[in-house]
């Protein structure tokens, strides 16, 4: 499976996604790791821990962007909240391996990984209130039509 037929399957599978943006955030805290081992750089846990919450932003922005599209809601929200909580476990376990330093030490990238899931959570309800009143201007639209049709 090539690079293109990924990315194309990725719009309506969000666990690609998060797959996607996981290997981005392990790829970019292992180059920081290294770099810092390299050019003999103090290693500051920010700057391992930072990229989990600007990956984590990405992937809500893209999967949110993505399901407007949609039209098996349901299977690509559960997958969603899947990918959310499958990219958290595994990224903070590897920022934590990397950088000795668990996620409540580093206490600001905590509260901003909690406002990112909570967020998310707000968007994917805005999205979906969203598809439900339009999904009801539609169907109002139609009743419209049929009704100036059967009286002309």
């Known amino acids: ?12 599978r969000p666990l690609i996604q998060a797959g ?11 180059i920081i790791l290294f770099a810092t081992k390299w050019f003999g750089w103090a290693l500051d846990s920010i700057n391992i821990w930072m990229i989990c919450p600007a990956l984590l932003l990405f992937y809500i922005i893209f999967n949110v ?9 349901g299977h690509y929200y559960r997958d969603s909240i899947y990918g959310v909580i499958g990219f958290l476990t595994v990224d903070v376990f590897y920022a934590k391996w990397l950088s000795g330093q668990s996620v ?5 990238i905590a509260w901003i990984i909690i406002v990112f899931c909570i967020v998310y959570l707000v968007f994917i309800s ?16 139609k009743n419209i039509q049929d009704a100036d049709k059967d009286n002309p």
């Open 1 to 12: 499976m090539n690079l293109t037929k990924i990315l194309i399957d990725s719009k309506s």
């Open 20 to 30: 996607l943006c996981l290997f981005i955030a392990i790829l970019m805290q292992t």
């Open 65 to 73: 962007v993505l399901g407007v599209e949609q039209k098996n809601i």
């Open 104 to 108: 409540f030490e580093v206490k600001s």
């Open 126 to 141: 805005i999205l979906n209130l969203i598809r439900f009143i339009m999904h009801l201007v539609l169907k109002q639209d």
